[in-house]
């Protein structure tokens, strides 16, 4: 009873914080997507890319010659002999990276505007916060490196044909 008791005077002695609903405007940072589940949808559209990658590594650098890396190959070459399907290939290695990383990037990136002062209807504020979520970011940089090596690639090879 004698602690109930202490409690409630430092309770009730307590000092509340004053806060100015002018000076502190309240802000929500709501993401424009989810942060996990755009790194599961993330996840899903790099896995042809990066085990295309790995094969690449397994078939020519570490010269395993098992036949589910060769089969890659042929896959990917094949597309191309089948007519309607030469934008294949691109789309994989190409857009589904760049769509994962808009994607992620809207999921760590919060954008807010607001009037700095309102008696000046001028000035004006724009905060741009980035989140650090380190699955979405990892995934940006994949995403960015599977775009590097693919259009490095392709520059050059387009390089080569040309000699």
């Known amino acids: 009873m004698k602690e109930e008791n202490e409690f409630l005077k430092k309770m009730e002695t307590l000092k509340v914080p004053e806060v100015n609903p002018a000076q502190h405007p309240g802000m929500v ?7 996990q589940r755009s790194a599961a949808l993330g996840v899903w559209l ?19 010659k098992a036949g589910w890396f060769g ?5 990917i070459a094949g597309l191309e ?3 309607g399907m030469v934008f294949f290939a691109p789309v994989i290695f190409l857009l589904l990276p760049v769509i994962c990383i808009i994607i992620n990037a809207l999921a760590i990136t919060h954008v807010s ?3 700095m002062d309102l008696d000046r209807s001028k000035a004006r504020e724009l905060n741009i ?15 960015i490196a599977i775009l590097f090596a693919f259009l490095s690639f392709a520059m050059t090879e387009s390089i080569s044909i040309k000699n």
């Open 129 to 143: 916060t980035i989140k650090i979520k380190m699955l979405n970011i990892v995934l940006i940089l994949i995403s």
């Open 29 to 35: 940072k709501m993401a424009i997507m989810n942060a």
């Open 81 to 83: 002999n089948i007519k």
């Open 46 to 64: 790099i896995i042809v890319p990066c085990y295309f990658l790995l094969c690449v590594l397994m078939y020519y650098y570490f010269h395993i």
């Open 113 to 115: 505007f607001q009037r």
């Open 71 to 75: 089969s890659m190959f042929t896959q």
